[in-house]
């Protein structure tokens, strides 16, 4: 059963973007990127929601996140999936998020260093996959390690990007659609 989506949206009104900012703080209820440093971004508040509302979690679901960043993207799939593990391939961008999210009371999430467009093959697979960064073309690896009846949210594309949503039956087929149009930094 996925996630209530006015359970989202209640998390989404409560948590305090400000948090994961540094830099402009007093700017953190604006629905806009701001850089975190690194030529990294956190992500406008609704488009965070509205991909984390197009992932459907399930409150049993594995979920791997390829980006970290702020952190902020990765509270909403803590919040509702049994475990998370997330991917930065930036070191102090990793070790930042890793202490906010620790801060926030999160004891299910698992924190690596690396490059997110491998995936985490020790941990594979995952039930939901949560891109937050563009990708010229969807990594295989990711797509392989997609559970059956599993579902991967990632950005696709050159200057601007499409969200594609990649699914995946019980069979093992993938399918994919394509969705609003999005400008990411690149993955990594």
Same mark, same amino acid.
């Given at each position: 059963?996925?996630?209530d989506?006015?359970?989202?949206?209640?998390?989404?009104?409560?948590?305090?973007?400000?948090?994961?900012?540094?830099?402009?703080?007093?700017?953190?209820?604006?629905?806009?990127?701001?850089?975190?440093?690194?030529?990294?971004?956190?992500?406008?508040?609704?488009?965070?929601?509205?991909?984390?509302?197009?992932?459907?979690?399930?409150?049993?679901?594995?979920?791997? !996140?390829i980006?970290?960043?702020? &952190? +902020?993207?990765?509270?909403?799939?803590?919040?509702?999936s049994?475990? /998370?593990?997330? *991917? %930065?391939?930036?070191?102090?961008?990793?070790?930042?998020?890793? !202490?906010r999210?620790?801060?926030? &009371? +999160?004891?299910?999430?698992?924190?690596?260093?690396?490059?997110?467009? /491998?995936?985490? *093959? %020790?941990?594979?697979?995952?039930?939901?996959?949560?891109?937050t960064?563009?990708?010229?073309a969807?990594?295989?690896?990711?797509?392989?390690?997609?559970?059956?009846?599993?579902?991967?949210?990632?950005?696709?594309?050159?200057?601007?990007?499409?969200?594609?949503?990649?699914?995946?039956?019980?069979?093992?087929?993938?399918?994919y659609s394509?969705?609003?149009a999005?400008?990411?930094?690149?993955?990594?």
């Amino acid at each position: 059963m996925f996630v209530d989506k006015n359970k989202v949206n209640e998390f989404y009104n409560k948590l305090d973007r400000s948090f994961f900012m540094e830099d402009n703080k007093k700017f953190a209820r604006i629905d806009a990127p701001f850089s975190i440093g690194y030529g990294q971004t956190i992500s406008q508040p609704s488009l965070v929601l509205y991909m984390t509302l197009l992932l459907e979690l399930e409150e049993g679901s594995k979920v791997l !996140e390829i980006g970290t960043g702020s &952190g +902020y993207q990765s509270a909403f799939l803590a919040e509702f999936s049994r475990e /998370l593990y997330t *991917i %930065e391939v930036i070191e102090p961008l990793y070790l930042k998020a890793k !202490e906010r999210l620790k801060k926030l &009371g +999160y004891e299910n999430i698992k924190h690596k260093i690396g490059n997110g467009s /491998l995936g985490w *093959i %020790e941990e594979a697979p995952f039930d939901r996959i949560m891109v937050t960064a563009a990708a010229i073309a969807i990594p295989n690896a990711l797509i392989e390690q997609l559970a059956p009846n599993g579902r991967m949210v990632i950005p696709v594309g050159e200057f601007w990007q499409r969200l594609v949503v990649v699914t995946k039956d019980e069979d093992g087929n993938v399918h994919y659609s394509d969705d609003i149009a999005v400008r990411f930094v690149r993955l990594v």
